[in-house]
Nanobody
Framework: QVQLVESGGGLVQPGGSLRLSCAAS????????MSWYRQAPGNQRELVAT???????NTAASVKGRFTISRDNAKNAVYLQMNSLKPEDTAVYYC?????????WGQGTQVTVSS
């Protein structure tokens, strides 16, 4: 079963940028869907963005135009480029996939947007 490890979180000022990475333990070439979710304190986990095997993407309305998801099959990695960050983007960000009916989450990486 695939294991996912996120990295790249941290503290950033409003308007700044971060790039999150999700490293998979196996080849992602045949994994149809990989996503980023986030969860802020007291809130439910929400879907941020999804990238499909062919490279097409979906992005939540709240981050559209600011966040970009991508995948690099050669590196078995998925990325989330986050620009123009706002305090309300503060959350733990999780990488997720569900391959062959087996949902898999990473451990999460904290993103804090504050001055």
């Amino acid at each position: 079963q695939v294991q996912l490890v996120e990295s790249g979180g941290g503290l950033v000022q409003p308007g700044g940028s971060l790039r999150l990475s999700c490293a998979a333990s196996v080849s992602i070439f045949n994994i149809d869907v990989m996503s980023w979710y986030r969860q802020a304190p007291g809130n439910q986990r929400e879907l941020v963005a999804t990238v499909f095997r062919g490279g097409s993407t979906n992005t939540a309305a709240s981050v559209k135009g600011r966040f970009t998801i991508s995948r690099d099959n050669a590196k078995n990695a998925v990325y989330l480029q986050m620009n123009s960050l706002k305090p309300e983007d503060t959350a733990v960000y999780y990488c997720y996939t569900n391959q062959a009916g087996r949902p898999t989450w990473g451990q999460g990486t904290q993103v804090t947007v504050s001055s």
